[in-house]
C-alpha cells in the first residue's frame, strides 16, 4: 500500500545530487557566453549547449530534487544514479560539440549518440516508470509526466539525427522532418511542460495565491502534448501544421496571462527577484507566441522563449539551492547552519535579475538594429549572468561544506 | 475527498494568516505583525495537534502502520515547530532580516511538508478509511483545541 507513497525520511535526495546538476548547468552557460563572445557562429552548437548544457542540467537537478516532494516519488540510491547521469551528460555534450564542430568525424556522431543519448535516457526513462506508478495523481505529478514523456521523445529522435548525419542509418530524406518534431517536443513538451506543471504546484503554494481554474490545471497540459503529437503526425505526412501552431500559443498565451494575474493577487507581499524572474518569463512567453507567426520577427520568438525558460530556471535555482544548504545542516544538527539570506541574499537574486532584464531588452531591441556593438554588449551581459548564478551557487557550496567540517552536529 | 478538502482548506487558511504576519513586518508594524503570527503559529499548531491525535492515529490502526508516512510527517512538524520558535524570537527582538529569511525557510519547509499530506497520506487516507469513520475524524478533529 505504501509503495507508490513510499515516504521515507531519506526522501529528500543528498544535496550533493542537485548541486552537481546545478554547478555543471552554470559551467555550460558561462562555456556558451564564450563561444558567443568569441563569435563562434555554428547555431547547432548554441542550441545544443544552450538546451543540454544549461537547461537540461538545471531541470534535471530540480527533477532530482522535487520529483519526491511534488509527485510523491522516490528515486532510490540517488547518489550514484545522478553521478552516472552526470557524468554521461557532461562528457556527452562535449562530444556532441565536438561532432558539431568538425561535422566530418563520423565516430564523434557514434559516440555523442551512444554517451550522451544513452545518460539522458537512462535518466528520462527512471524517472518515467517512477511517475507512471502514482496513483494518486495531481495536476504537477501528470504534467511532469508528459515532461517527461516528451523529453524521451526528443531525446529518441536527437539519437536517429546524430546517427544519420553520422552515416550509420540512412534516411537523410527525413532529416528536417524529425528535426521539426525534435524541437517541438523539446520546446513545448519538455521545457514548457515541466515549466508548467512545476508552477501548478510552486505559484499557488508559495506565493499564496488563488488557485488556477481547474479547466486549465485539468486539462491544459494534456491538451498541449495532444497537440504536439498531432503536429508531429502533420509534420510527417507535410500538412501545414498552422492550425495546430495557432491553439497552441493561444493555450500557452491564456497560461501565461492566467499566470500574471495569480502573481499579480499573491498574498504574500515579498516582491523577491523570483517573483520578478517569474513575472518577466511569463511576458516573454507572450512575447515569444505572439511574435510566432510573423516571420521577420523570427528572433525575437527564439530570444524571448529562451528568456522565458532561463527566468524560470533562475527563479527555482536562487530557492531551492539556499533553502537545501539551510535544510540539510539544520536536519544534520548544525546549530550553526546559516540562515537562507546568509546563504545566498535576495539582493544578490534582483541585481541579477536586473543584469537579466537588461540583456533581455538588449537582444530584443538589437533584433531590430543588428549593431555589432550591441552584440558585444550583450555577450558580455550573458557571460556576467551565468558567472553570476555560477559564483553563488559555489559560494553556497562552499558554506555547505565549510560549515561541516569545521562544526560538530548535535545529535538529536 | 472530504479528508483531503479539510485539511487543504486549513493549509490554505495558515498561508493567509502567514502571509499577513509576514507583510507587517515587512511595513515595520511589529505589534501587529506579533499579533498576526501568534494566530498564524497557533493554526498551524492546532492543525498539526489535529493531524498527530486523531486523523494519523485513525490512520495508523486501520493500516496498522505506525512507521511508515505518518512517522514522517511528526518528524516534519517538528522541523516546523523549531522554525516557529525561532520566528517568534526574531519578532520579539524587532529583527525584520532574521524573520525575512525564517520566514523563507520556513514556506518551503511547510509547502513541501503539506504538498506531500495532501498528494499522498490524505489521498491515501481518503481511500483507505471507511465514510462513517471519516465523518467521525471530522467531527473529533473540530473539537481540538491547543
Ligand atoms: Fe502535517
Ligand atoms: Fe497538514
Known amino acids: 500500500m505504501f509503495n507508490q507513497g513510499g515516504l521515507s525520511l531519506e526522501q529528500a535526495p543528498p544535496i550533493s545530487v542537485v548541486l552537481r546538476f546545478f554547478i555543471t548547468g552554470g559551467i555550460f552557460g558561462v562555456i556558451l557566453s564564450l563561444f558567443m563572445l568569441f563569435n563562434i557562429d555554428n547555431s547547432l552548437i548554441i542550441v545544443h549547449l544552450l538546451g543540454l548544457g544549461v537547461m537540461a542540467s538545471f531541470m534535471l537537478g530540480a527533477m532530482f530534487q522535487m520529483l519526491p516532494v511534488i509527485a510523491g516519488v522516490v528515486i532510490k540510491t540517488p547518489t550514484k544514479k545522478a553521478l552516472v547521469v552526470h557524468i554521461l551528460l557532461s562528457l556527452g555534450i562535449l562530444l556532441q560539440i565536438s561532432a558539431f564542430s568538425t561535422s566530418s568525424n563520423p565516430y564523434l556522431y557514434l559516440s555523442s549518440s551512444i554517451i550522451l543519448g544513452g545518460g539522458l535516457l537512462y535518466a528520462s526513462i527512471l524517472m518515467f516508470k517512477r511517475l507512471i506508478e502514482i496513483k494518486d495523481h495531481s495536476s504537477s505529478s501528470k504534467g511532469m509526466l508528459f515532461a517527461i514523456s516528451s523529453f524521451i521523445i526528443t531525446i529518441i529522435l536527437g539519437v536517429v539525427m546524430l546517427l544519420t548525419i553520422g552515416g550509420y542509418l540512412d534516411m537523410p530524406y527525413l532529416l528536417l522532418k524529425l528535426r521539426d518534431i525534435h524541437y517541438s517536443f523539446a520546446i513545448f513538451g519538455w521545457v514548457t511542460l515541466l515549466i508548467i506543471a512545476i508552477s501548478f504546484q510552486v505559484i499557488e503554494m508559495f506565493f499564496v495565491t488563488p488557485k488556477y481554474p481547474t479547466i486549465m490545471t485539468k486539462y491544459l497540459i494534456l491538451s498541449l502534448f495532444s497537440l504536439l503529437v498531432i503536429k508531429s503526425i502533420l509534420i510527417f505526412s507535410s500538412i501545414d501544421t498552422i492550425l495546430i501552431d495557432i491553439t497552441l500559443s493561444s493555450l500557452l498565451i491564456i497560461y501565461a496571462g492566467v499566470t500574471l494575474h495569480r502573481l499579480y493577487r499573491r498574498r504574500r507581499p515579498t516582491a523577491d527577484g523570483s517573483v520578478w524572474f517569474w513575472r518577466f518569463g511569463m511576458i516573454l512567453l507572450i512575447i515569444s507566441l505572439s511574435t510566432f507567426f510573423i516571420d521577420n520577427l523570427r528572433d525575437i520568438t527564439y530570444i524571448s522563449f529562451i528568456g522565458f525558460a532561463l527566468s524560470i530556471i533562475f527563479a527555482m535555482v536562487y530557492k531551492i539551492v539556499p533553502f537545501l544548504v539551510w535544510f540539510h545542516l539544520s536536519n544534520q544538527g548544525y546549530m550553526e547552519a546559516p540562515m537562507m539570506h546568509d546563504i545566498i541574499h535576495p539582493k544578490r537574486v534582483k541585481i541579477h535579475f536586473f543584469i537579466h532584464l537588461t540583456l533581455f531588452i538588449i537582444l530584443i531591441i538589437n533584433s531590430f538594429l543588428n549593431f555589432t556593438t550591441l552584440n558585444i554588449v550583450s555577450n558580455i551581459f550573458l557571460t556576467i549572468s551565468f558567472s553570476w548564478i555560477l559564483y553563488h551557487i559555489v559560494i553556497a557550496t562552499r558554506k555547505y561544506y565549510y560549515i561541516q567540517r569545521s562544526f560538530t552536529p548535535i545529535k538529536w | ?146
Not at chain 2, 24 to 29: K, L, P, T
Not at chain 2, 44 to 73: A, C, Y
Open chain 2, 1 to 146: 475527498m472530504i479528508i483531503t478538502n479539510y485539511m487543504r482548506s486549513e493549509h490554505r487558511a495558515c498561508d493567509e494568516l502567514f502571509a499577513d504576519a509576514e507583510k507587517s513586518v515587512i511595513d515595520g508594524d511589529f505589534t501587529k505583525a506579533e499579533e498576526q503570527f501568534l494566530k498564524f503559529s497557533n493554526e498551524t499548531l492546532r492543525h498539526f495537534k489535529k493531524e498527530e491525535d486523531e486523523l494519523f492515529v485513525v490512520f495508523e490502526s486501520i493500516t496498522g502502520n505506525s512507521e511508515g508516512p505518518t512517522r514522517v510527517m511528526r518528524f516534519e512538524h517538528e522541523q516546523v515547530r523549531g522554525v516557529i520558535g525561532k520566528m517568534a524570537e526574531a519578532i520579539e527582538s524587532r529583527d525584520k532580516d532574521a524573520y525575512l529569511s525564517l520566514a523563507e525557510s520556513m514556506m518551503i519547509l511547510l509547502q513541501q511538508h503539506n504538498m506531500k499530506e495532501e498528494q499522498m497520506l490524505y489521498a491515501m487516507c481518503d481511500r483507505v478509511i471507511p465514510q462513517d469513520k471519516k465523518e467521525e475524524t471530522l467531527k473529533n478533529m473540530d473539537k481540538i483545541e491547543l
